[in-house]
């Protein structure tokens, strides 16, 4: 089973910018869908970003679109560029992966999190 572990959280003023990275283990990334999650307090969790399995549409929410990107950097690793970073993307970020083709929001496997903080 794949298991995911990020790192690379913290707090940054607003504008900064923090790199999160993925790393798995247990089973190959290949053919696996894979993309970032986050749940800011007291809200629901909420796709950020999505690398589809097969061709297709990578996907951006729109409150990131310009700002974050998504890239897979090895063979067992991805990444999540945040730039220009606000204070509303204070979360607890996941990345995750699955079997399905397309980004849906499915996941089957989750990482335990890290917390990224932005201050005013």
């Known amino acids: 089973q794949l298991r995911l572990v990020e790192s690379g959280g913290g707090l940054v003023q607003t504008g900064g910018s923090l790199k999160l990275s993925c790393a798995t283990s247990?089973?190959?990334?290949?053919?696996?869908?894979m993309g970032w999650v986050r749940q800011p307090p007291g809200e629901r969790r909420e796709g950020v970003v999505c690398?589809?399995?097969?061709?297709?549409?990578w996907y951006y929410a729109p409150y990131v679109e310009g700002r974050f990107t998504i890239a897979r950097t090895g063979k067992d690793t991805f990444m999540l560029q945040m730039n220009s970073l606000r204070p509303e993307d204070t979360a607890e970020y996941s990345c995750a992966a699955s079997e399905r083709d397309a980004c849906i929001g499915i996941y089957y496997y989750w990482g335990q999190g890290t917390q990224v903080s932005v201050s005013s």
């Open positions: 247990g089973d190959t990334l290949d053919g696996k869908t």
């Open positions: 690398i589809p399995r097969v061709g297709g549409a």
